[in-house]
């Protein structure tokens, strides 16, 4: 069975820094890429970052690019998503992914296997 579980979100101020931790089970990141999307409130789900299977190729909106990173660790089986200099506009629920086509990202609807349940972050000004 697969199984995403993010944990990390919280309240921070903007400017600030917070990292998203997503423990997967059920699958190898050398099989399938694995990433972040967001969505806030009255907005669609977007994508934020994500890592391709095997090698490792990350992909970023261009919304966080040069503020967000990515990484994966397969001995924990855990996905992060380091974020810094926070903005408002950053909030939003964020959703660990899995098993969708990396160059997909940031398409409009991504065709996504797999989801995780979310965690909230909230940017305050």
């Known amino acids: 069975e697969v199984q995403l579980v993010e944990s990390g979100g919280a309240l921070v101020q903007a400017g600030g820094s917070l990292r998203l931790s997503c423990a997967t089970s059920?699958?190898?990141?050398?099989?399938?890429?694995v990433g972040w999307f967001r969505q806030a409130p009255g907005k669609e789900r977007e994508g934020v970052a994500c890592?391709?299977?095997?090698?490792?190729?990350?992909y970023y909106a261009d919304s966080v690019k040069g503020r967000f990173t990515i990484s994966r660790d397969k001995a924990k089986n855990t996905v992060y998503l380091q974020m810094n200099r926070l903005k408002p506009e950053d909030t939003a629920v964020y959703y660990c992914?899995?098993?969708?086509?990396?160059?997909?990202?940031?398409?409009?609807?991504?065709?996504?296997?797999?989801w995780g349940q979310g965690t909230q972050v909230t940017v305050s000004s």
């Open positions: 992914a899995a098993n969708f086509n990396p160059r997909e990202l940031t398409d409009r609807r991504p065709i996504v296997d797999w």
């Open positions: 890592i391709s299977s095997g090698h490792g190729d990350t």
């Open positions: 059920g699958f190898s990141y050398d099989d399938y890429a």
